[in-house]
């Protein structure tokens, strides 16, 4: 029923950008938060960035800031994620998330199947 679909990975040389999507069905933007988390093996997944379904309150994590935008389109049901001045540390499988209403610490509900972004030097 609830379906969280990410598109627009691949693989970029250092310093550039990707953007990716993800698709929403089964659940109203104006009601759930969208996160986009990432993980890398040996590692725990890292919350990178999240955007409120209130106001729009967005939350980057410091390794992301000044380099990743979220955004979403309510009209298309879709959440965003620019990449911008990408490094090889940010290789990883991002996924896409949502949460009931705000941004925070606990759990997410509903998860997208990952996208592989490729970052080399």
């Known amino acids: 029923q609830v379906q969280l679909v990410e598109s627009g990975g691949g693989l970029v040389q250092f310093g550039g950008s990707l953007r990716l999507s993800c698709a929403v069905s089964?659940?109203?933007?104006?009601?759930?938060?969208i996160g986009w988390l990432r993980q890398v093996p040996g590692k725990e997944r890292e919350r990178i960035s999240c955007i409120s379904a209130n106001d729009g309150t967005t939350y980057y994590a410091d390794s992301v800031k000044g380099r990743f935008t979220i955004a979403r389109d309510k009209a298309k049901y879709t959440a965003y994620l620019q990449m911008n001045s990408l490094r090889p540390e940010d290789t990883a499988v991002y996924y896409c998330?949502?949460?009931?209403?705000?941004?925070?610490?606990?759990?997410?509900?509903?998860w997208g199947q990952g996208a592989q972004v490729g970052v080399s030097s």
């Open positions: 089964g659940i109203s933007l104006e009601y759930y938060a």
């Open positions: 998330a949502a949460v009931f209403f705000s941004c925070g610490p606990h759990e997410y509900d509903y």
